[in-house]
T-cell receptor, first 108, second 117 residues
Framework: RKEVEQDPGPFNVPEGATVAFNCTYS??????FFWYRQDCRKEPKLLMS???SGNEDGRFTAQLNRASQYISLLIRDSKLSDSATYLC?????????FGKGTRLHILP | GAVVSQHPSWVICKSGTSVKIECRSL??????MFWYRQFPKQSLMLMAT?????????EQGVEKDKFLINHASLTLSTLTVTSAHPEDSSFYIC?????????????FGPGTRLTVL
């Protein structure tokens, strides 16, 4: 079993819809959690850090559930520009573990 | 946010030559930097952890003699692909943690696209 797992998608979602991704991690010693987005042929860019208390940034909400060992990302009122691959990143003992990413296509 | 640069942004070389890629943290110091490789339509793969003042730590399956890493200063790490072959063609990306700890937010360089003919 991979340490960080994501549904690769693609998720094809109409513009304006709400979409949610989950990412599960297997090591309970994981310490910090992030969502990055990566556009085609570009480097990943930090979308948001993820905290147990949950955090929101505009249309994006991230949540961490330590008991069930998953993090989630919710995108509301999706825009065409949200089309990208969303990477779940988990840090543990100075190691960085990436999920394989979830591809999102927002349809006009 | 913190800025990480990479140079060159793209390079084409002949098989058998060596290519050096630089990764710089522009407005912060990084005792640790990370190097990744990404093949088309695949996920990022961590290749190695670059440590200032000590040897790099390589992930399983990554040849340390082929991918030479030098963390020359607190703002510069270099990756040299030695005796490059077409199968080394890939997108190479570096990252550095903003707070100096591996568990901090990673900031990525813009990547270097390597094509080996």
């Amino acid at each position: 079993r991979k340490e960080v797992e994501q549904d690769p998608g693609p998720f094809n979602v109409p513009e304006g819809a709400t979409v949610a991704f989950n990412c599960t991690y297997s090591n309970s010693a994981s310490q910090s959690f992030f969502w990055y987005r990566q556009d085609c042929r570009k480097e990943p860019k930090l979308l948001m850090s993820v905290y147990s208390s949950g955090n929101e940034d505009g249309r994006f909400t991230a949540q961490l559930n330590r008991a069930s060992q998953y993090i989630s990302l919710l995108i509301r009122d999706s825009k065409l520009s949200d089309s990208a691959t969303y990477l779940c990143v988990v840090n543990r003992d100075d190691k960085i573990i990436f999920g394989k990413g979830t591809r999102l296509h927002i349809l006009p | 946010g913190a800025v990480v640069s990479q140079h060159p942004s793209w390079v084409i070389c002949k098989s058998g030559t060596s290519v050096k890629i630089e990764c710089r943290s522009l407005d912060f110091q990084a005792t640790t930097m990370f190097w990744y490789r990404q093949f088309p339509k695949q996920s990022l793969m961590l290749m190695a952890t670059s440590n200032e003042g000590s040897k790099a730590t390589y992930e399983q399956g990554v040849e340390k003699d082929k991918f030479l890493i030098n963390h020359a200063s607190l703002t510069l790490s270099t990756l040299t692909v030695t005796s490059a072959h077409p199968e080394d063609s890939s997108f190479y990306i570096c990252s550095a943690p903003s707070g100096g700890q591996g568990t901090d937010t990673q900031y990525f360089g813009p990547g270097t696209r390597l094509t080996v003919l």
